[in-house]
């Protein structure tokens, strides 16, 4: 787009102050609102060069247009505009957990079996596109013939890739979002593909964990690691590709995708995607994924969204609205775990899903480096050692014995592959691989990899010395030239196919972000809990795409083994799926309430859920996770479908919150076309009816209020509660009947009894006569007496 002078283009996203469509429901206001939108950039730009990419008008009414900074100046001046953001980047932030969560015995045995568990409900996902070829998508694999979900409307684009009858009646929708990344140049067809299919993996994981068939068996590298299901495995999948391999992804796209699938009547929409800075403005939830999701919840539709990988620190937080679920990662207690056996006894823990060496056998360790054809190879390439290439070696010295290759930045980085050293060691009739750690390697946690042939990568530089000292050790030279006459180290490596279920899970991930929520971008605390809660995110089994590049590892495998938040929020995503199944008519924010107030404290051997606080040996650093960490606890499927009690919340609550923010009048009125003096008295963020309470600043003393509405039966509750360090809390009453239907106001009183500028943490407990249980996490950071 070049106006005749060197002037940068960019993309902006520019809102209109009349309101969305989503607000008024008619077809005839889209139509004029593109007009609307069309006319005006003609009479702003008079005669100059500009490129329109979406017109918005369901969710926020608006447009994205590619323009210079003085266009966009322009473009701000008009009446008519609310406001105009530079576009900026996102990026993308499972087999055993459904047993892990007790799924079979509970939350689906309520909902008929998993043969119907989620069913009719339509879970939109904003990522990387997805595998329409994946066994886990399919909609012929059961007795039971899918329903078609009569209030989803979405289409199926058809491309190369994605040819007609890639849709059916399990993934009811496919479409992608690219403008903004083709107009920066830097979209790459032959990896990214103009197309809903899934060239990075990312999307076809996540949409499989959340709702991926029941029973596919999972078989990577020629090995079975069991069956794999999504949490809700017969809910249907709409999908809205604004992510791609090559870059990640931008708002603007993004937001496209978000529009679309409230319009196509999506239940939930699950984000594995996270902004790569923190929003500047007045306030961090006036960006416009925060504002079109806002949208989106008025419409009815639950919104989860991954917490981001960006932890341990406080304040890492990427997910910053009471609207939208926040979802942190948890392990749960699977792990494969396989050792390689010294000579002098020494048994060394390492990863690899790899068979083991016959059992009763020690094997000769042979050195990649003391292996070569001839000297002058070490000399040329010093990374030789990370036996990339079988032709640098002497395959007589390797055959039938134990190869030890190096594993380098260069592994991290995609320059030398594991898939590559295996071919080598294979060739070369070696016995099996052992991969130490180059000592610069520090902090990288290794994700299990599947080997076809024995092997094992040792991960922690320590452990590496020890392997190498022995190997260097044994070795027997000749005492003029030095060469080496005899190998004397020898091994045997035990497989690490087979899982072991006996870790303390679930513990907090050292890289799920944390609280406190960021309230502006001067870092000022919000009085608002995030996380909202934690969910199995670690070491997730789950389909992978033919052609997904994002790991080399699980290149051309149908399942792959990921970590991160990414793989948390759709697990909510789906459990929030088996809510809205039995309670189709719960608000997003009920649905959110029912899964945190029944979230669990524990961890599966009875005590308190820890969380990593350090990069390095992160199960060394690790202390007792507190509501930042962790929000209300590890989800529950099972209580989260009969919660009892629920606090909700409405669209005109988080309007009234908006509005209470200071100098929020013009900017919200930007966003939702309405005015702030339409709501005369605004709350302030402690007051939201959320299922927790967060005070970032206590001067003296502070009451606020929490309405329960009660959807079970009558039930007499009892109210206790454990008070913040250096605070007072009182809660009354302290007993309540309430009866079906009811609601039930509580308050709260706080009193501060030090001065104090650490963050302290309690709960209150209300305990139903019919077993219901509710837990209402409290923080509070600046204390003032």
């Not at 005839?28 to 003609?42: E, F, G, I, T």
């Not at 979002?177 to 299919?197: E, H, K, L, V, W």
């Not at 964990?209 to 090995?223: D, L, R």
């Not at 139903?768 to 003032?784: A, E, R, T, Y």
Request: with cysteine; net charge negative.
């Amino acid at each position: 787009a070049d106006s005749g002078s060197d002037a940068i283009t960019a993309v902006y996203i520019v809102s209109l102050k009349q309101a969305p469509a989503a607000h008024y429901f008619e077809e005839q206001l889209r139509r004029h609102n593109r007009h609307v939108h069309d006319s005006l950039l003609r009479r702003a730009l008079r005669g100059e060069k500009y490129l329109k990419l979406y017109s918005y008008h369901y969710l926020i009414n608006g447009f994205a247009v590619l323009v210079t900074p003085e266009q966009a100046n322009k473009l701000s001046k008009r009446r008519e505009v609310a406001n105009v953001v530079l576009d900026f980047s996102v990026r993308t932030a499972t087999t055993h957990t459904p047993q892990f969560l007790g799924l079979p015995k509970g939350a689906w045995s309520q909902q008929g079996g998993y043969e119907t568990a989620g069913e009719g409900i339509v879970i939109g996902f904003i990522d990387t596109g997805i595998d329409p070829t994946h066994p886990s998508f399919a909609d012929d694999i059961s007795e039971h013939s899918y329903p078609v979900p009569a209030h989803f409307s979405g289409v199926c684009e058809v491309t190369r890739e994605f040819p007609s009858g890639s849709c059916n009646r399990k993934l009811v929708g496919a479409r992608h979002f690219a403008a903004s990344a083709i107009t920066r140049g830097i979209f790459n067809s032959s990896q990214d593909y103009a197309s809903p299919f899934d060239g990075d993996g990312h999307g076809t994981h996540t949409a499989s964990v959340a709702a991926g068939n029941h029973g596919i068996p999972v078989v990577v590298a020629g090995h079975h690691f069991g069956n794999a299901s999504g949490m809700a495995p017969r809910s249907h999948i709409a999908v809205y590709k604004a992510l791609y391999k090559s870059f990640g992804g931008f708002a603007a796209d993004v937001v496209a995708g978000i529009d679309q699938a409230a319009q196509d009547g999506v239940d939930i929409i699950s984000l594995s995607i996270t902004p790569n800075r923190r929003p500047p403005g007045i306030a961090t939830f006036f960006n416009p994924i925060d504002m079109a999701l806002l949208s989106a919840v008025k419409a009815g539709i639950f919104v989860v969204q991954a917490a981001g990988n960006t932890g341990p620190s406080p304040k890492s937080m990427s997910s910053f609205s009471p609207w939208i679920f926040t979802v942190g990662a948890a392990s749960h207690d699977r792990a494969y775990a396989n050792s390689i056996i010294l000579g002098n006894n020494v048994t060394i823990p390492g990863v690899g899903l790899a068979p083991g060496t016959d059992t009763d056998q020690m094997y000769t360790l042979i050195s990649a480096v003391h292996a070569l054809c001839n000297e002058t190879i070490l000399a040329n390439d010093v990374y030789v050692g990370e036996c990339q290439d079988s032709s640098n070696f002497n395959e007589e010295l390797i055959q039938g014995n134990l190869l030890i290759c190096s594993y380098s930045i260069r592994f991290v980085l995609g320059l030398s592959t594991i898939k590559q050293a295996l071919e080598t060691a294979k060739n070369l009739s070696a016995a099996g691989v052992v991969f130490y750690m180059d000592p610069y390697v520090i902090g990288f946690q290794l994700n299990p990899t599947p080997l076809e042939i024995p092997g094992i990568i040792i991960p922690s530089p320590d452990d590496s010395k020890i392997l190498l000292q022995y190997y260097n050790s044994s070795l027997e030279r000749d005492g003029l030239s030095r060469k080496i006459v005899r190998f004397g180290a020898v091994a045997s490596i035990s497989g690490g196919l087979k899982a072991n279920y006996s870790i303390t899970a679930p513990k907090v991930m050292y890289y799920s972000a944390r609280g406190p929520d960021p309230e502006d971008s001067s870092l000022d605390d919000a009085d608002i809990m995030k996380p909202n809660l934690v969910a199995p995110g670690n070491l997730i089994w789950a389909a992978w795409s033919s052609l997904g590049t994002d790991s080399v590892e699980f290149q051309g495998e149908s399942f792959a083994m990921m970590s991160g938040t990414s793989m948390a929020a759709p697990h909510i995503a789906g459990l929030a799926a088996l809510i809205k199944q039995k309670f189709p008519h719960f608000s997003p924010a009920a649905v959110a309430s029912a899964l945190s107030t029944t979230a669990s404290l524990y961890d599966k051997s009875g005590g308190p859920i820890m969380a990593q606080r350090a990069y390095a040996n992160p199960d060394v650093n690790q202390s007792p996770a507190t509501p930042f960490d962790m929000g209300s606890g590890f989800v529950n499927a099972t209580a989260a479908l009969d919660p009892g009690l629920i606090l909700d919340s409405t669209y005109e609550d988080y309007m009234s919150f908006l509005c209470g923010i200071n100098g929020s009048g013009p900017v919200v009125l930007n966003y939702t076309g309405q005015n702030c003096w339409v709501y005369n008295s605004t709350i302030g963020s402690a007051d939201l009816n959320l299922p927790s309470i967060t005070i970032s600043r206590l001067q003296q003393s502070k009451t606020v209020e929490r309405t329960v509405t009660n959807i079970a039966g009558n039930e007499t509750y009892k109210v206790g509660w454990s008070a913040p360090y250096g605070v007072s809390v009182k809660v009354t009453p302290t007993r309540f009947f309430i009866g079906t239907g009811e609601k039930q106001i509580l308050t709260i009183m706080f009193n501060a009894t030090m001065n104090n500028s650490v963050a302290s943490f309690g709960r209150i407990g209300l305990f139903g006569d019919q077993g219901h249980k509710l837990n209402i996490p409290l923080s509070v950071i600046l204390k003032f007496s």
